[in-house]
Nanobody, 126 residues
Framework: QLQLVESGGELVQPGGSLRLSCAAAGYALRYYSIGWFRQAPGKEREGVACISTSGGRTNVAHSVEGRFTISGDTATNTVYLQMNSLKPADTAVYYC???????????????????WGRGTQVTVSS
């Protein structure tokens, strides 16, 4: 089965940058779509960004537009989330997820995704 492993989360000061990685093992990136989600303490999980390499599209949430960028490397089957100008409100566990249902889709709803990583902690604090 497809396995997803997130990495790159750490403590960073406000205004700083981080790049998260989602390494996918087992299948080529063109066969599925990837979404990034985050969950802060006491809050519901929310979609952050998504990518479909076969559909040639990406989306980012309004809350992070202009600061976060999602990209994929089909050679290594890795999806990245570049996070700039980080704020304390960005503190959360960040998860990547995948769906084979429609490789051209690019949505940020939890129910659409079948496979999930265990998450990586991002803490933005001075």
């Amino acid at each position: 089965q497809l396995q997803l492993v997130e990495s790159g989360g750490e403590l960073v000061q406000p205004g700083g940058s981080l790049r998260l990685s989602c390494a996918a093992a087992g299948y080529a990136l063109r066969y599925y779509s990837i979404g990034w989600f985050r969950q802060a303490p006491g809050k519901e999980r929310e979609g952050v960004a998504c990518i479909s390499t076969s559909g040639g599209r990406t989306n980012v949430a309004h809350s992070v537009e202009g600061r976060f960028t999602i990209s994929g490397d089909t050679a290594t089957n890795t999806v990245y989330l570049q996070m700039n100008s980080l704020k304390p409100a960005d503190t959360a566990v960040y998860y990547c997820a995948a769906t084979f249902s429609d490789p051209t889709m690019c949505v940020m709803t939890n129910f659409a995704y079948d496979y999930w990583g265990r998450g990586t902690q991002v803490t933005v604090s001075s």
